[in-house]
């Protein structure tokens, strides 16, 4: 049978400090935890430092809490624990009183940073340190040893770099339209969106042209030409910035565009920005003059920082014949779309 | 047999042309993403020596895509200084200066592919160049045939160039400032500043916008905070907004993006963000502009102010409303306990 001295107390079932801040020579708060291992009345618990530490002797800094969103999850805050009744920085022992706990149960507080322990001046490992709980006749319940570490740095300084970056993504390179084309309906294409991620912090921009101003067949050598009012030549003029309404049995071809998505944050299709009053067809039959120059077909601005999180618009062709159009299957055009962060 | 034979196939060339199968032109639609970097990219250099700088380019598709460089230009028109993106001149000889490490290129899925661009500067080069330099796939602008039309995709990296002149004239001038009205009902009170360049070289003015009530400093706006560009004989309006009031009317963001009209426009819905209270905005406000720009020599101040008023006139009413039937009810009682008192009064003395 083991000699067990009169007086003797055990270690804690569990116990541990941790320290905000490993730093050597650094102000920190800390969280003492600890699962009893004797049946006792504590009524206080004294938590001995390493030699090296500085201890505030102001009792009143030692403040303490034991919140839910202080204390590790499944421990149980320390019972009727208060601020410190003494810190003696002799001993390295700061004394909190508590109450009486129950074996098999993890409790746990932290002590402030402010104006209470210092750190080690110099990094080191395995500095012995202690917690033990005491009756209100100091009598010892649970004693356990532990140890502590400083170390030079404990903050690790992470750095990256967001670079400037514009995402223009198409859906397709092809647009189909929905049917043949026929003197008793306009005839629209299925669209083709457009998508713009940036991190410019002055907008973005969209231009089109168009190859030929028109629906062009090979075969016939005829061109289903764009409406519109405009200064100068489709080829290179400049269009009155007003839609055009295609009617059925009257020839005609317009670009639409859509505003289908304004993504959150950053820069919006707010007045005056947005799609570009000639091309924001806003029924099945309108759309504006495809150039031959590159026209803006939308803009997304604001104040600064005037970010897009993923914009689109979508772009549908529509087009209108007569009776007289000369009957053709490969009438077709080319549209060229450009996206930029704007200047 | 050999008619036969022969008739059969004018029969199949002509119905070929005629009939047409629903979706028989259907295009094979292939999708492009494309990611630049850097953004707007601004040079300077002297005449008769070269600048260069590295373009960076990435398309996120799943495969290996044929990506083509070419070189435009850009500009600014009209009031608002709208960028204008156009082909090549016959005066615009600058384009011979440019010079690219490849032109045509192999660009695997998500990798960034870097284009070196050269521009070597003749000595009779001076003040602004602006270059817009395009990536595109290759194949994309070529015609797809029956009912389909092609779309060509494209990103372009614009480029400030100035070539360093003892003449450059930086110069920028106030053309408006201006709020979008000058009564609001709640905020926000939105902004429009106007400059003009009137020199020879882009510009970039920087400043603030100072809200004052009276004499006290509600707010400060800041004015082109993204460095945004002014070009030669342009204008460009720059937007800012003040919204920190209460109540105040802000976008509606519906499932992560903002909520557009029947129109494309974003719907305005009013907040009421009790916390923000003390933020309750009303009277007149004025809102002083001061900007500057580098002249090349020192900063010059750019100055203006503005005065417009904040009248919540519906929640002016309701509170009207509300103090003139409190005002009523209380006259209405107190009118009714010196009635009753009167009658008491009257009972007692005809009892006597």
Known sequence: MPFVPTGAHAGFQQAYVRLDRMKANTATGGLVCAKPNTVGTEAKVLVTFPSTYTLNTTAANWTVSAGATEI??????????????????????????????????????????VNTLTTAAAAANSQQASVQTQTSGSAVVDSTQIALS????????????????????????????????????VVSTAGVVATVTTNAKGGWIAWAKDSQQGLYSANTGYTLSTVGTKTGTYANGTPDGVTSTLVAGTEGYVLDVDATLDATGGCTFGSPYGIAAEYDGNTA????????????????????????????ITLV???????????????????????AGNF | MKRLFLGLM?????????IVAPGAFAADAKPLTLQTSP?????????????????????????????????????????????????????????????????VFDAPANVWQTVHMTINLPKSAAFGYYYAVVFSRVGDDVRQ???????????????????????????????????????????????????????????????????????????????????????????????????????????????????????????????????QANKFRFGKYTAQL????????????????????????????????????????????VRGTVRGVSRGTRRLKGRR
């Open chain 1, 285 to 312: 039959f309108k759309g504006g003059s495809l150039m031959g120059n590159y026209q803006q077909i939308a803009s997304c601005s604001g104040t600064s920082p005037a970010t897009a999180n993923g914009d689109q």
């Open chain 1, 150 to 185: 400083n170390v030079t740095d404990d903050t690790i300084t992470v750095t990256a770099v967001v670079p400037p970056s514009f995402i223009f993504a198409l859906s397709g390179n092809a647009d189909t339209f929905a049917g043949n084309l026929d003197p008793l309906n």
């Open chain 2, 145 to 275: 045939g029956g009912r389909t039309n092609s779309l060509s995709g494209a990103t372009a990296v614009l480029v400030l160039l100035e070539a360093h002149n003892p003449n450059a004239k930086r110069s920028l001038q106030l053309s408006s400032f201006a709020t979008e009205h000058r009564i609001y009902e709640f905020l926000p009170a939105k902004f429009r500043v106007k400059l003009a360049n009137t020199g020879n070289v882009h510009g970039a003015p920087q400043g603030d916008i100072f809200i004052m009530k009276g004499k006290k400093q509600i707010a400060t706006l800041s004015l082109n905070s993204g460095g945004g560009n002014i070009l030669p004989q342009s204008k460009r309006s720059f937007p800012a907004a003040w919204s920190d009031g209460f109540p105040v009317y802000d976008t509606v963001q519906e499932d992560g993006k903002t909520k557009l009209d029947k129109n494309g426009k974003p719907v305005q819905k009013l907040k009421w963000d009790w916390t």
């Open chain 1, 317 to 339: 062709e529509r087009a209108a014949i007569s009776g007289a159009t000369p009957a053709s299957s490969d009438y077709s055009d080319i549209i060229t779309v450009v996206g």
């Open chain 2, 39 to 103: 953004l707007p990219i601004s040079l300077s250099a002297d005449p008769g020596k070269s600048v260069t700088t590295d373009l960076r380019i990435k398309q996120n598709g799943g495969d290996t895509e044929k990506l083509k460089v070419s070189l435009m230009k850009f500009g600014a028109y009209g009031e608002e200084g709208k960028p204008v993106l156009t082909d090549r001149g016959p005066a615009d000889t600058y384009f011979d200066w440019v010079k690219f490490d490849k032109t």
């Open chain 1, 72 to 113: 590790p999850a499944g421990s149980t805050a320390w019972p009727t624990i208060a601020t410190a009744s003494s810190a003696d920085n002799t001993t390295k022992v700061v004394t909190f009183a508590g109450g009486d706990l129950t074996v098999g149960t993890l409790y746990c507080f932290v002590f402030a940073a």
């Open chain 2, 290 to 333: 001061f900007a500057v720009y580098d002249d090349g020599k020192h900063d010059v101040p750019i100055e203006a102010q503005v005065s417009f008023w904040v009248i919540p006139w519906r929640f002016l009413l309701v509170l009207l409303l509300v103090l003139t039937l409190v005002g009523f009810g209380v006259y209405s009682t």
């Open chain 2, 10 to 18: 004018v029969l199949a060339v002509v119905f070929g042309n005629v």
